[in-house]
């Protein structure tokens, strides 16, 4: 099973579970209407508020990193996978990787420093993939946006610059998108809670929040709220900015493509920089969480209050008024999201 993973990913997923797929039923136009509506209405005139918000603990120590030039040796070894498919301009990964590496350092150095890309580069074209088997509500799917092969190239140096300098400023409790395995770190952690509990018979309440479509749903105002708390450069932000003001889609549905698209909330989903983006703006999120709530473990200097991967949180208290307390005191929803809801699934430990 590890070999087939190394070799093929969705191979290895599909060897595991049923692959999901949509239902006959649901038409490109009930998928349009529900997605162009999420994407892009509803949303609050003006900057969102966010003084609700704590205050980021920490700010990256030397962020010009960023900003500097690119260079061959950082550029040249940066490939872009050859099953990564095109975007809408055609290029694929193959002719862009032989592309010499002195010439990317050229264009993108221009990008860089006039904080923006080409137009005609920054639409993109929309897919979707199935949530589950037989998906007939547009609700069920994941929306996956495919930019131009040469800008997601770009983005994805800028994400590996950016993703060195996060490692000190996030919140350690975020365990997604992070150079380690936070699926099982996460995994341990909750497994240490639950057995400590259960062998000193001290109780413990935890439960499991689902923020329905985070991703989808983040304020573009607030992305520059967050950036500009750790002290990212304003060559970056306002790149940054120009990206999300300027963007453009088109929804693809079993053969059928949408008009343009101007999304006004979310992160690009299948851009490099989202993962991340996403993460600056929910840490704000994840440091309302009181200190003095949690879950002591020996082997931890503080109280375990929190395990988040990426989107998905819970919430660890040790008493069921704790954690009562502790969701009452945390922005889950609140000027970071549009339209956010929350499922709350508590654990039957307390």
């Known amino acids: 099973m590890q070999k087939l993973y190394r070799k093929s990913r969705s191979s290895c997923y599909d060897s595991l579970f049923t692959k999901a797929n949509f239902a006959e039923e649901l038409q490109p136009d009930v998928m349009f209407e529900f997605w162009s509506h999420l994407l892009k209405d509803r949303v609050a005139d003006g900057s969102p508020d966010m003084s609700a918000l704590p205050a980021v603990g920490k700010v990256i120590e030397d962020p010009s990193s960023l900003t500097q030039l690119f260079y061959p040796d950082e550029v040249g070894p940066c490939k872009m996978a050859y099953s990564t498919a095109a975007g809408p301009d055609g290029v694929t990964s193959k002719s862009w990787n032989k592309v010499s590496a002195r010439a990317k350092c050229k264009i993108y150095s221009v990008w860089l420093k006039t904080r923006q890309a080409p137009l005609s580069l920054i639409g993109s074209r929309t897919i979707f993939i199935a949530k589950k088997t037989d998906a007939s509500s547009p609700a069920d799917a994941r929306p996956i946006s495919i930019a131009s092969i040469v800008l997601r190239h770009y983005h994805k140096i800028l994400a590996k610059r950016l993703s060195l300098l996060l490692e000190n400023v996030l919140d350690q409790d975020q365990l997604g998108f992070r150079p380690f395995d936070g699926i099982g770190k996460g995994l341990g952690r909750l497994d240490s809670l639950i057995k400590h509990s259960m062998e000193d018979l001290l109780p413990i309440s935890i439960s499991c929040i689902d923020l329905e479509k985070a991703f989808d749903s983040v304020l573009h105002p607030s992305i520059q709220f967050s950036l500009k708390a750790i002290g990212v450069p304003e060559d970056f932000s306002e790149y940054i900015k120009y990206i999300y003001d300027n963007a453009f889609t088109s929804l693809y549905f079993k053969g059928v493509l949408s008009s343009p698209v101007r999304p006004s909330k979310g992160v690009r989903q299948g851009d490099p920089l989202s993962p991340l983006l996403f993460l600056v703006v929910f840490d704000n999120i994840l440091r309302a969480v009181p200190k003095y709530e949690g879950f002591k473990l020996p082997e931890i200097e503080h109280p375990v209050n929190k395990i988040a991967y990426a989107d998905d949180l819970v919430l660890v208290a ?19 999201a549009q339209d956010q809801h929350q499922e709350i699934h508590y654990l039957p430990v307390a």
Do not use: E, I, R, Y
Request: net charge negative.
């Open 318 to 336: 040790d008493s069921p008024l704790g954690l009562q307390n502790t969701f009452d005191t945390t922005s889950l929803g609140g000027d970071w």
